[in-house]
Structure formats: C-alpha cells, structure tokens
C-alpha cells in the first residue's frame, strides 16, 4: 500500500527537485521561470480547467459532498488564521501571507498526485474539487487582503475587490467551462480538443517552476507565521474536510482526493499576489519553501492513514 502512495507522489516531488536544480544552476534563467509562470496562471491552468470542467458529469449529490466538504475546510483553517495572527498581533501584510499559507493550496500539485492515484477518474474528482474551491479561496483570500491592506484615502474597497476578481483568469477558465456544461454544449469541436492539449502542458511546467522558485534564505524569522499556516494547511483544513466529507457520505476515494488537497502546500502564486497587493512577500516565499518540504511527509502519511482506515488498496 505505501509502495503504491508513494508510486504516485513521488513523480510528483521529484519534478520539483529538477525544477529546483534548474533553479540552482540559473538553467534557463530567472526571465524563463517568471514566464513559466505568467504563462500557466493566464492562458494554460485555465485552459485545463475549461476542458475538464465542460464535459464533467455533474450530480446535485456530488456537488453536495466536495462543495460541502471544501468549504468545511477552507473557512475553519480561515477562521482559525485570522483569530490566531490577531491575538499574536502581527502586522497586516505579514497576517495576509500567513493566511495564504493557511488557507490556499497547490492545485497543480494536487491534480498530479489525484491522477497518480486514481487515474482519470481521480483527476476528474480533483478538478471539480478544484472547481469549488478555487472561487471561494480567491474570492475569500483577495477580499481579506484587499480590506487588511487598504490604505486611508484609498481607491473604493468593494471596486477594488471587484476588479482583482474579474481579471483572474482562473475563475474566467471555470465559469466558461460550466457555461458549456450546463448548456449541454460539449465537446465543442476543435475548441475542446485544442483548450485540453493546451492545458495538458500545465501540470509538469508548473511543478518545475514551483521548484525553481524555492528558496531557503530568511527563513528563521518566519517560525511562528509558519507554524501558524501549518497548523491550518496540514492539521485544520485537512482534518475538517475530512469530517464534511464523513458527515456527507462521500466515497472513499473522493475523501482521499479531498484529502489531497488538504495536505498539499500552499499555491505558488501565493508569492506573486503578495507581492503585487502589499504582503510580505519574503515571508511568503519562506511559508511556500517550508511548506513544500513539509509536504514531503505529510501527503504519503495522511494518505495511507486514509487508505488504510478505509481499503482504497488492498
């Protein structure tokens, strides 16, 4: 059983590891990974999404288990990092990056090792979890920053909310692909087959830029937020999406595809929206680097506690 958990994760991290080298070497170079980036989060990732999502076989009681269940999750880890940073009383930027090391997660990393696991069925599960969680965690993580962050004199609160949601490309990719869904209208020829080919490309570009971007430098002083997001990525959000997906009756392998994403590290991303709105980016970067190492071990233990309590393999 771990053998075949560990099958599954370990393409995963050993992607991230050459990514990482590549990094360490200047191989191809900074300019290389800041467009990987750009390329993934604006026209690749949300391809993917538009080409699962549209032709996804959607039932009220599925929607019901992963939407319940994610969001279970995400607002008790949420909750718990916004008391929490309060009392320790930390400052604003720093409060907004220890809240996306709490709250968000790597769904690239997370569809990889679903698919690892399960095949397509389990990428499938995978991204309509993604498909749930993606709005909420941008709508409820940009508003949080967005208001933590706000100046005196400032631009309008709610227009800035709006404008930060509407140009994420992310949720764009996911409402054109439910658009298709419900109207019935997919496969739509070429456009489908093109969107999925093209999303295909995302998975192992990102999981190298991912390592690429890791870094150790400045990581002692982050201790305490990093125990914080910690304790709500890999202890609170997967332990209550855990609970949701009990109490609702989901499946075992949809609690272990949930389980995924509640014991994979924080989004990538999570660096470059804490730059662009004000963070602390040095201090996101530190949450990202430890995090991903951490996972190391919390994604095969979790799992083959999962697997174990409930005979995914035998």
């Known amino acids: 059983m771990l053998a075949t958990i560990l ?73 718990f990092i916004l008391i929490t940073t309060k009392l320790l009383g930390m400052d604003q930027p720093l409060r907004t990056s220890v809240l996306q090391g709490g709250c968000r997660h790597n769904t690239f990393v997370a569809l990889a090792i679903a698919q690892g696991l399960f095949g397509m069925q389990g990428l499938a599960l995978a991204t309509l979890v993604s498909a749930f ?20 004199g400032g631009q309008n609160l709610f227009q800035a909310i709006i404008k930060d949601l509407i140009r994420n490309p992310l949720l764009v990719g996911l409402a054109l692909g439910f658009l298709v869904n419900f109207s019935g209208l997919a496969p739509i020829p070429v456009i489908s087959t093109t969107a999925l080919s093209i999303g295909q490309a995302a998975l192992p570009l990102i999981l190298l830029s991912v390592g690429a971007s890791i870094t150790w430098s400045g990581s002692g002083r982050v201790l305490v937020p990093f125990g914080l997001s910690a304790m709500g990525k890999f202890v609170i959000f997967p332990t209550m999406l855990m609970v949701g997906g009990l109490l609702l009756g989901a499946e ?8 995924v994403f509640g014991t994979v590290p924080t989004a990538a991303s999570s660096y470059t929206l804490a730059a662009s709105m004000g963070g602390d980016s040095p201090a996101m970067a530190s949450i990202i680097t430890w995090q991903t190492a951490l996972s190391f071990l919390t994604l095969p233990v979790s799992l083959l506690v999962v697997f174990s309590m409930f005979g995914l393999i035998n």
């Open 7 to 79: 099958s599954a994760i370990a393409p995963v991290f050993v992607i991230i590891m050459v990514g990482m080298l590549l990094g360490r070497l200047g191989f191809p170079g900074p300019d290389f990974w800041r467009g990987a980036d750009r390329l993934c989060y604006w026209v690749l990732f949300p391809c993917l999404l538009f080409a699962k999502i549209s032709e996804l076989e959607i039932s009220p009681d599925l929607v019901t288990m992963v939407a319940g269940s994610a969001y279970l999750g995400f607002f008790s880890s949420l909750i």
């Open 133 to 152: 969680l993606i709005p909420m965690t941008n709508i409820a993580i940009v508003t949080s920053m967005v208001t933590m962050l706000a100046k005196p």
């Open 252 to 259: 075992p392998m949809l609690l272990a595809v949930l389980l």
